[in-house]
């Protein structure tokens, strides 16, 4: 079983920037593809970013791309979401997710691990 954490949401405002973390536990961490999800107020949870197991491949949604980065650190179980020039629409619950396979994965329903979320809140 493996578990994720999340953490570095909070409070910013428009135009502002925060780092996500999430780390996960196990010695396979390395062989995961991960992602990060989020979830406004009354609206589904969608995707927001995808790696693959080795950091060569990244995707993401058109919503955010040019503005946030994901990226990994094996050595340290940990992967990141950097998000950059923050708007109000970018305010919601962000969640990490593990899938058990090495190549880039984008549908939530592929995820196998879940973490409870942070939330990232951007005042106007």
């Known amino acids: 079983q493996v578990q994720v954490a999340e953490s570095g949401g909070g409070l910013v405002q428009a135009g502002g920037s925060l780092r996500l973390s999430c780390v996960a536990s196990g010695r396979t961490f390395g062989n995961y593809a991960m992602g990060w999800f989020r979830q406004a107020p009354g609206k589904e949870r969608e995707f927001v970013a995808a790696i693959n197991y080795n950091s060569i491949v990244t995707y993401y949604a058109d919503s955010v791309k040019g503005r946030f980065t994901i990226s990994r650190d094996n050595a340290k179980n940990t992967v990141y979401l950097q998000m950059n020039s923050l708007k109000y629409q970018d305010t919601a619950v962000y969640y990490c997710?593990?899938?058990?396979?090495?190549?880039?994965?984008?549908?939530?329903?592929?995820?196998?691990?879940w973490g409870l979320g942070t939330q990232v809140t951007v005042s106007s």
């Open positions: 997710a593990a899938a058990r396979r090495s190549f880039i994965v984008t549908i939530m329903t592929d995820y196998d691990y």
